[in-house]
């Protein structure tokens, strides 16, 4: 059995990690780490202590009525996705612990098509 990280969870919720072959889960978000384990296997399960979070990207759309999925990006170990039933408890949770500046939202489909325009622009 896996040892959790936290001493006090704030919140449990159904979610998705999206790392190679999706996998269902729970998200715990605590005291002291993100944390996703699988529902099937004890043994697949994430960590993600609090200090380790460089950025939270939140994709939001239709102004921010729909979030389909969010991003941890860590200082060492990349990026992992996940979808949840309510991300909007799931990230004011976060918030509690990782600062504001660090909680971001990714680009929509045309600002990284009016990107790529501009950069095309500037080699020119």
Known sequence: MVQSLNTKVDLAIAATSF???NEYGQVMV????FEFYNDRDK?????????EVDYVIASVMFKGRWIPRYAIQTKRN????FSSKE????LRAIREYVPEERL???????DV???AFTS????A
């Open 120 to 123: 095309k622009k500037k080699k």
């Open 104 to 110: 971001v939202r990714s680009l929509s489909f045309f």
């Open 78 to 81: 990349g990026t992992f996705t």
């Open 19 to 21: 790392m190679g072959i």
């Open 87 to 90: 991300p909007k408890k799931v």
């Open 30 to 33: 605590g005291d002291n780490a």
């Open 113 to 115: 098509i009016k990107r």
């Open 43 to 51: 043994n697949k399960f994430i960590q993600i202590p609090w200090e």
